[in-house]
């Protein structure tokens, strides 16, 4: 698959990035990396055309002064940028998560061995440590657990390393499915199963618990499939959205007897955790 990537500079940065980036998501943009003029942001060409950007308000603003620029991204060129850039990092003294070629970390419980493709989900951006934070709160034994958008399939092997029953991997997109084989195989797992699509390949599953961490319109308009195969007082785990997206994710959750429990924070970023009634 090929991408289209955008380099954004914004002045100031702050708030600035912060609200480009939630506008750049609700236009169907993928994943993003913050630098210190502003950002890179990356959209499936499927899903891209030359008025993308047509409805981003904080382009217009005179609050801010944005320049851009977009090419084509190839996956071969994306692994050279990662390798250059990707630091291993630790998640509450208990997770690692690290490239092949990074020393494993000797003082934590789970060493996971991530290699990304154009996936996002390799702890650095704030949903993803969020969501390996949930994780670890829960008992996974003998769970069934779905991790929907999976990415590069790091929560799934986290959730497999936590001694889940099974794990069901899922992403639409062509190098995240791909990508998450690899690191399933890199990390020794048995009990993940990755499958490329959408939630309509949720029809007749059952889960104990469901981790999605996508983007806020995918979540609000999934919720409701995702409740649908939730068992009664299952876990549902959703991020990637903001804490000012909190109210209109709660209240679809309710329509479908989902009970927000709490939710964690990192930078204005939110994973919120809701239980099946």
């Known amino acids: 698959m090929v991408y289209i990537g955008y380099t954004f500079k914004i002045s100031p940065t702050a708030p600035g990035c912060e609200i480009l980036i939630a506008e750049l998501a609700d236009a169907g943009f993928e994943s993003f990396v913050e630098n210190k003029n502003g950002i890179s942001a990356y959209i499936s060409k499927d899903n891209w055309d030359e008025s993308i950007l047509k409805d981003i308000r904080v382009l217009r603003s ?3 002064k944005v320049s851009y620029s977009f090419k084509e991204i190839k996956q071969r060129n994306w692994n050279s940028v990662w390798e250059k850039n990707f630091n291993p990092i630790t998640i509450d003294d208990k997770v690692c ?10 003082h934590v419980d789970y060493d996971i061995i991530i290699e990304p493709k154009m996936s996002f989900g390799t702890g650095h951006h704030e949903t993803t440590y969020i969501m390996v934070q949930h994780i670890l709160t829960l008992n996974l034994k003998g769970k069934r657990v779905l991790d929907m958008g999976c990415g590069t399939g790091v929560l ?6 936590r001694n889940a029953r099974f794990i069901d991997a899922i992403d639409i997109d062509a190098w995240c499915y791909e990508n998450s084989i690899e690191n399933i195989k ?6 993940i199963k990755a499958y ?3 939630a309509s390949l ?3 599953k059952n889960y104990d618990i469901v981790i999605a961490n996508i983007n806020r319109n995918i979540l609000l308009n999934d919720i409701k499939i995702y409740a649908s ?5 299952g876990i549902l785990m959703l991020s990637g959205f903001y804490v000012k997206d909190i109210v209109v ?8 007897g989902l009970f927000k429990v709490n939710y964690k924070q990192k930078n204005n970023w939110v994973g919120v955790k809701f239980v099946k009634k």
């Open 156 to 161: 799934a092997i986290l959730a497999e390393k």
């Open 186 to 191: 890199r990390n020794n797992c048995h009990k």
């Open 202 to 204: 949720l029809k007749d």
């Open 229 to 233: 195969c939730l068992s009664k007082n």
């Open 249 to 256: 994710i709660e209240a679809e959750a309710k329509k479908y």
């Open 97 to 106: 998560i690290r490239a092949p070629f990074h020393k494993k970390f000797a």
């Open 62 to 64: 005179k609050a801010f």
């Open 196 to 198: 490329q699509g959408d």
